[in-house]
């Protein structure tokens, strides 16, 4: 099946440690970009990339590091000086129109 | 920042049409409307996207004023499974990353 796939779905870290989300499309699409959604609220973008090996800075970027090194995987590196990591993690796929999400995944740092 | 304005509640009753409405008075000339819906902890599905004129699918309508400073979202016979957060986002076409605002939550009663 064609979609963006997020690993794992849920996901717990001790705090002070790294962690890496991972996303994968099949769906050819030259952009993706990671989104960080808090309880009752909104998404804000981390991240984005339009084209291999080239990415830029969302409004929350603090914090994490990404790459784009495949055009099919665009994984997302929660560091540890991010101060609140703990929120729902979600990434999409487009190509020139609508875009795709995963279903997400839900970091809880302990 | 956020380009749209939507009421952030509303409930329908099963079987009616929702009527979803949407401000976007500073839209520009190549700014599309798009709406997406977020059924809790999932990531946002596509719904429904236009320039200028009203636009169908199997999933909503959309109705665009003349004027484009705001639209309506149409579930034409609201189920129980379209309780969602619907989000209105005004976007160029192409990659752009979008920008979402808190939506408006929408229950569908019984």
């Known amino acids: 099946d064609g979609g963006i796939t997020q690993s794992p779905k849920y996901l717990f870290r001790k705090e002070g440690q790294n962690v890496t989300l991972s996303c994968e499309q099949n769906?050819?699409?030259?952009?993706m970009y990671w989104y960080r959604q808090d309880p009752g609220q909104g998404l804000r973008l981390i991240y984005y990339s339009q084209i291999v090996n080239d990415f830029q800075k969302g409004d929350i970027a603090e914090g994490y590091s990404v790459s784009r090194e495949k055009k099919e995987s665009f994984p997302l590196t929660v560091t540890s000086a991010q101060k609140n990591p703990t929120a729902f993690y979600l990434c999409a796929s487009s190509m020139r129109g609508e875009a795709f999400f995963g279903q997400g995944t839900r970091l809880t740092v302990v | 920042d956020a380009k749209t304005t939507q009421p952030p509640s509303m409930d329908c009753a099963e079987g009616r049409a929702a009527n979803l409405p949407c401000n976007h008075s500073?839209?520009?000339?190549?700014?599309?409307v798009y709406w997406y819906r977020q059924i809790h902890s999932q990531g946002p599905q596509y719904i429904i996207h236009?320039?200028?004129n009203n636009e169908t699918n199997e999933m909503a309508s959309l109705i665009i004023t003349e004027d484009r400073k705001s639209s309506t979202l149409i579930l034409p016979h609201a189920t129980l499974r379209d309780t969602a957060v619907y989000y209105c986002i005004v976007r160029v076409k192409g990659n752009t990353p979008l920008v979402f605002g808190k939506g408006t939550r929408l229950s569908v009663i019984a």
């Open positions: 500073t839209i520009s000339g190549n700014e599309y």
């Open positions: 769906l050819n699409h030259d952009a």
């Open positions: 236009g320039l200028k």
